[in-house]
């Protein structure tokens, strides 16, 4: 086989999500009474890239083979912690942003320490960990309210040159800072190892502790810039528990329509991005169409469970039956 | 393991003592420091009526608990609870709309609603191989959906039938409330299928290698598949009692109720991991759970406060005796 082979081999789940996307979004704009402008690009970037950054945030645990259940709540947490510091003079601003990443931080890296040191099962401490966070959140702001530095806000959920939407740059120089340097970096190596056979990747002495716990830290602070930019978007904080568990399922739907492969070890963040991208805008569909908003939730439940499903395919490949039971 | 008879416990004590799993004393030692520290604060927090209104407001969270511990025994975990709850009891409460027919199947429809719910969850993870949290996260997701679309946003007949309030809160046997003795009654019969019969043994065997379970011959994906309706059932039967309570269905019913049914699962020393744990456990779990809320709302603590104490307890119970072995 040639290299460009093995490339798009590697590749397929990213380049699949892309096309979901780039027809769905086809499909939304052309039927869109404003057509494809700057105006609906924009807020459909802003909409998608919350989505995205904690997607983003959920492949990095889901590719250790965890998965995490608060991602929802730190992004609810970061977001009431947000509407009360990034306020004021530039410097206060900059020391609040810092502080709300540092804490988006803090709650990954005691998701990690808390899975991979106390040995616990992924889900059960997440559930409880996104408790502790919710509760938290709601201590911040028992309402909701608040306010955010308005020109950073409206600076990073406005358009570049007036044609670029902002947010989606930022996402742009995410990837780039965040997700490229972890995945080419020992830990990330040790994250994907770990993931696809842990039992291996311990014999043959990759720090799959290590790399775990930097998957679960990174996921907390992708959270954060995901609570950050809902602060930009909203300009308050709002501890809202529906809210929470709804991005904490959404990221899973991305996830999985993104080609990161639920048992672990395979996909990337990026097809995550377009995964995210194509729920919202599928999610969208409906409004363009016309339909009652009152159907959006099943909507998307049906698309997460038909996406989910879709995984049952590879049974089919399955030679001996004891493969059924991992 | 047969701690279900009262009569016995005390002719055979110290080998019961030797024989009781570490985390079931440990929950009950819990329970009682938990009593001491209550009647702390209110005289009243030992009195008979406040311990039975307690246990009937336990109950609750026990029907649910009973299906989440059958799940849990798999070594799966079911997080379709929260809507199952609600569609159960809204249901229920919607086909009490139909006419007397309708009111007098009731809590069946509500129930039967769950058992599909659970269905779907079962297909989904014994037949097509989907990982259980992922498959009841989407069917949680659709019947939020379906309920939604119901209801269209307001709520066309949400009030409870008699039956349904004659259970949760009447009094069959006077002192004892009805709600208990339902709780009281499902976890013989748990007790029963899980320790006397072939399913229950299977259930077991799946939970510690279903691989292993499969090779003797055990029709793994029809034990797992019966679970999941049973839980998807009792989760509904419960959101049925509840509506019976509050003497309606309201949408959001059901969050309440998967933290803590989890919860008690586990505090109630049942691995996590499955196939390991008794239904005694997931008694005192319950228990502690419920004693737990009561204080902390006789106390005044604020909803932020509860979540906050929630996910700590647990975590801290889970390090205590939830750990993984170690990779070597």
Redesign the interface.
């Known amino acids: 086989m040639k290299d460009w082979r093995y490339w798009l081999a590697e590749q397929r789940g990213t380049l699949l999500a892309l096309g979901i996307f780039i027809v769905m979004f086809v499909i939304y704009t052309s039927n869109h009474p404003a057509g494809f402008t700057a105006n609906v690009v924009q807020t459909a970037a802003n909409k998608g890239v919350l989505l995205a950054f904690v997607a983003m945030a959920q492949t990095l645990v889901v590719i250790t083979s965890g998965i995490d259940l608060s991602v929802g709540m730190i992004f609810l947490l970061t977001n009431c912690l947000a509407s009360w510091l990034v306020v004021g003079t530039p410097i206060q601003t900059t020391l609040g942003v810092i502080a709300v990443l540092a804490a988006g931080l803090l709650c990954g890296a005691i998701n990690g320490a808390i899975v991979i040191y106390g040995r616990l099962q992924p889900i059960v401490a997440t559930i409880a960990t996104g408790a502790v966070y919710y509760g938290i959140g709601l201590l911040l702001r028992p309402f909701p309210g608040g306010s955010v530095n308005e020109d950073l806000a409206d600076a990073l959920t406005g358009r570049l040159f007036d044609l670029v939407p902002a947010s989606l740059v930022v996402l742009l120089a995410v990837v780039l800072l965040i997700w490229v340097p972890f995945s080419r970096s020992v830990l990330g190596r040790a994250a994907y190892a770990a993931g696809s056979s842990e039992t291996a990747a311990y014999m043959s002495g990759v720090p799959i502790r290590r790399g775990k716990f930097a998957a679960y830290t990174l996921a907390g602070l992708l959270a954060a810039i995901g609570g950050l930019f809902l602060t930009f978007f909203t300009y308050t904080g709002e501890a809202a528990y529906a809210s929470g568990n709804a991005y904490t399922l959404f990221s899973i739907a991305a996830v999985v329509l993104g080609g990161v492969s639920l048992f672990g070890g395979k996909g990337s963040a990026i097809g995550a991005i377009f995964g995210a991208l194509a729920f919202r805008t599928i999610g969208d569909l409906l409004f363009v169409f016309d339909f009652d908003p009152l159907w959006q939730p099943l909507f998307q439940g049906v698309i997460l469970l038909v996406a989910v499903s879709l995984g049952a395919f590879a049974l089919f490949r399955v030679r001996n039956r004891l493969e059924w039971f991992l | 393991m047969s701690e279900t008879t009262l009569g016995g416990i005390a002719g055979r004590m110290p080998k019961f003592i030797r024989r009781a799993d570490p985390a079931v004393l440990t929950a009950f030692a819990c329970i009682v420091v938990l009593l001491l520290v209550g009647s702390v604060y209110s005289r009243s927090f030992l009195s008979p009526e406040y311990l039975l209104q307690q246990l009937k407001v336990a109950s609750f969270l026990g029907v649910i608990a009973t299906g989440m511990m059958l799940v849990i025994l798999l070594g799966q975990?079911d997080l379709s609870v929260p809507w199952s709850v609600a569609a159960g009891a809204m249901m229920a409460c919607a086909a009490a709309a139909y006419g007397p027919a309708g009111v007098a199947l009731a809590i069946t429809f509500g129930i039967f609603c769950g058992v599909l719910i659970g269905i779907v969850n079962g297909i989904?993870v014994a037949y097509?191989?989907?990982?259980s949290?992922?498959?009841t996260?989407?069917?949680?997701?659709?019947?939020?959906?379906?309920m939604?679309?119901y209801t269209?946003?307001f709520s066309p007949q949400d009030s409870a039938t008699g039956a349904m309030r004659y259970l949760a809160t009447g009094f069959t046997i006077p002192g004892v409330p009805n709600a208990v003795i339902i709780w009281a009654l499902i976890g013989a019969v748990m007790v029963f299928v899980l320790t006397r019969t072939g399913f229950g043994r299977a259930v077991y065997g799946i939970g510690n290698r279903?691989?292993a379970a499969?090779?003797s011959g055990v029709d793994?994906r029809r034990v797992v598949m019966i679970a999941f309706a049973v839980s998807g059932g009792l989760s509904a039967f419960g959101g049925v009692l509840l509506a019976g309570y509050a003497s309606k269905a309201a949408q959001?019913m059901g969050?309440a109720y998967?933290?803590p049914s989890?919860?008690a699962v586990?505090l109630g020393g049942t691995s996590?991991?499955g196939g390991r744990g008794s239904y005694l456990g997931t008694v005192a779990g319950v228990i502690l759970i419920t004693l737990l809320q009561s204080i902390l709302s006789v106390m005044q603590m604020?909803?932020?406060?509860?979540?906050?104490?929630?996910?700590?307890v647990?975590?801290a119970m889970?390090?205590l005796y939830?750990?993984?072995?170690?990779?070597r």
Request: glycine share 12%; hydrophobic share 55%.
């Open positions: 975990i989904g097509m191989r989907i990982p949290m992922i498959i996260l989407a069917t949680n997701a659709v019947s939020q959906g379906l939604v679309v269209g946003g279903e691989r499969y090779l793994t959001s969050d998967l933290l989890i919860a586990v996590i991991l604020p909803e932020a406060g509860r979540q906050i104490i929630y996910g700590v647990i975590v889970l390090l939830g750990r993984a072995p170690a990779s």
